[in-house]
Nanobody, 119 residues
Framework: QVQLVESGGGLVQAGGSLRLSCAAS????????MAWYRQAPGKQRDLVAS??????TNYAESVKGRFTISRDNAKMVYLQMNSLEPEDTAVYYC??????????????WGQGTQVTVSS
């Protein structure tokens, strides 16, 4: 099994910054995709940013230029969020896809971390 632990959410004023972290653990052989999603109350879960094993990134239009996704080793992914807006308020989820050493491919989700931006 692969576990994801997120941290870094909280309450911030508009214009402020937060950094989310996600740590993957377990019998991981390789990771080929890491991403952050978010879900606001009453809305669907949407992709915010993603990064592949070779460093290719993708961002939602609404966060381009403000958010940056990065990974510093094989099992950690970050989301630096600057110039936060009230519309960024949501629960943020980490998602990781890859291969384990035992049971093949995996697609794991974190428990979610709340980000609240006040106006």
């Amino acid at each position: 099994q692969v576990q994801l632990v997120e941290s870094g959410g909280g309450l911030v004023q508009a214009g402020g910054s937060l950094r989310l972290s996600c740590a993957a653990s377990g019998r991981i052989l390789s990771i080929n995709f890491m991403a952050w999603y978010r879900q606001a109350p009453g809305k669907q879960r949407d992709l915010v940013a993603s990064i592949t094993h070779n460093g290719n990134t993708n961002y939602a239009e609404s966060v381009k230029g403000r958010f940056t996704i990065s990974r510093d080793n094989a099992k950690m992914v970050y989301l630096q969020m600057n110039s936060l807006e009230p519309e960024d308020t949501a629960v943020y989820y980490c998602n990781v896809k890859g291969t384990t050493t035992t049971f093949g491919a995996f697609n794991s989700w974190g428990q979610g971390t709340q980000v609240t931006v006040s106006s």
